[in-house]
């Protein structure tokens, strides 16, 4: 019985402390994968600068609009030249109803050349809903750069399994922030 109840107890302790929220920005060494990316040297003003919008889901409907079919999404940001890099002062996500969910971003961080980085929402979190998007501010010393923003949605429950993307498109090209 005392064996019982102290293993009852380790597994209640190792379950408690495994719930810890873990921050969807960190790598696997633990860093967090927007701060590394920080760059406080360049002065974007005078930059080519792009607002894109792209559209997420972290849940769609199935069967009826009463059912919902909740997916993990994922917000791709590649950047596509050999040579320049492209640097991000606005990562926001907003809801169905546009209201501004959250903010990823501090400061401004930079992509080099061919480098991506991504952002997870976890299938748990609706806050989203059906008509979720991202608005992504970034520019750039060239003004012929190409990056490419997608959502990458995919879920899986049973033998039932969903995946897609969607591709940003820009919606103020050329502005200055």
């Known amino acids: 019985m005392k064996n019982t109840l102290m293993i009852l107890g380790i597994l209640i302790l190792f379950v408690v402390s495994s719930c810890g929220e873990i921050s969807q920005n960190k790598n696997t060494q633990g860093q967090n994968i927007l701060e590394i990316h920080n760059t406080n040297d360049k002065i974007m003003e005078s930059f080519f600068c792009d607002t894109v919008y792209v559209p ?5 409907y199935s069967e009826t609009k009463d059912t919902k079919f909740r997916l993990t999404a994922t917000l791709s940001i590649r950047n596509t030249s050999m040579h320049d890099s492209i640097y991000i002062s606005t990562i926001d996500y907003y809801n169905t109803t546009g209201k501004l ?5 501090n400061s401004n961080i930079s992509l080099k050349p061919l480098e991506t980085i991504d952002y997870v929402i976890e299938e748990k979190d609706n806050t989203g809903g059906t008509g979720a998007n991202f608005v992504i501010i970034w520019s750039a010393e060239a003004t012929d750069l190409k990056p490419i923003f997608q959502g990458v949605m995919i879920s899986t429950h049973g033998q039932q399994g969903v995946s897609y993307i969607t591709n940003g498109i820009s919606i103020n090209k050329n502005h200055k922030k």
């Open 56 to 60: 997420i889901y972290s849940e769609i």
């Open 101 to 105: 969910v959250r903010k990823y971003l």
